[in-house]
């Protein structure tokens, strides 16, 4: 799975408190997702990152902020939790020069209470 | 905004059966990707499809990318019950000048009855 981990895999934590899930990456690709899964709704792009330092936002970023300091790890920030980012989160990377598959890390299951 | 649409939601088959799902665009598409994830797991790549009309097979998988670069399916033959799962389409659209990012479908989760 492309040496994808996610951190924490499982987290609780109440309104308003801030949250940052990390993503790390083994194999020094380019491009890195952070995405949230809803039923109803498949996988919806928060942001991404095409490199150190360059990110850029996805269609619901509103809530989220993100950084990336180094390549290999991409960090998802909620500033101050609401219930409706109850969710489960996949960050995923992306290959490029072939195929452009996305693998995705095995997922952060968050609940805001 | 772009929207990619995945029909149907849900889809339940006696095992042995056909099985359709379809993905339309509401803009064309650089490529589209396909991934299927297990109940409880995460999204796994089963395939690019890049080219206008283009089709390619897997085993029992037959996938194909419309001649508009706008809608694409993914049909199973004979489902097993290993083919349990949702699967997922996943729009390529150019945001800058070799920049990309993927729209997912909605999935279709596919149950199959032994």
């Known amino acids: 799975d492309a040496g994808i981990t996610q951190s924490p895999r499982h987290k609780v934590t109440e309104t308003g408190t801030p949250v940052t899930l990390r993503c790390h990456q083994t194999e020094n690709h380019r491009y890195m997702y952070w995405y949230r899964q809803d039923p109803g709704h498949g996988l919806r792009l928060i942001h991404y990152s095409y490199g150190v330092k360059d990110t850029d936002k996805g269609e619901v970023s509103d809530g989220y902020s993100v950084s990336r300091s180094k390549t290999e790890d991409f960090l998802l920030t909620l500033e101050s939790a609401t219930s409706s980012q109850t969710s489960v989160y996949f960050c995923?990377?992306?290959?490029?020069?072939?195929?452009?598959?996305?693998?995705f890390g095995p997922g952060t299951r968050l609940t805001v209470l | 905004g772009q929207q990619v649409m995945q029909i149907p939601q849900y889809q339940h088959v006696q095992e042995g059966e056909d099985f359709t799902t379809y993905c339309n665009s509401s803009?064309?598409?650089?490529?589209i990707q396909w991934y299927k994830q297990r109940p409880g797991g995460h999204p796994v790549f089963l395939i690019q499809l890049v080219k206008s009309g283009e089709v390619k097979k897997q085993k029992r998988l037959t996938f194909q990318f419309g001649e508009a670069k706008k809608n694409s399916s993914l049909h199973i033959t004979a489902t097993q019950t290993t083919d349990v799962g949702t699967y997922f389409c996943a729009g390529s659209i150019r945001v800058t000048s070799g920049t990309y990012k993927y729209i997912f479908g909605t999935g279709t989760r596919l149950k199959v009855l032994a």
């Open positions: 803009t064309t598409l650089s490529n």
């Open positions: 995923a990377i992306r290959e490029t020069g072939g195929t452009d598959t996305q693998y």
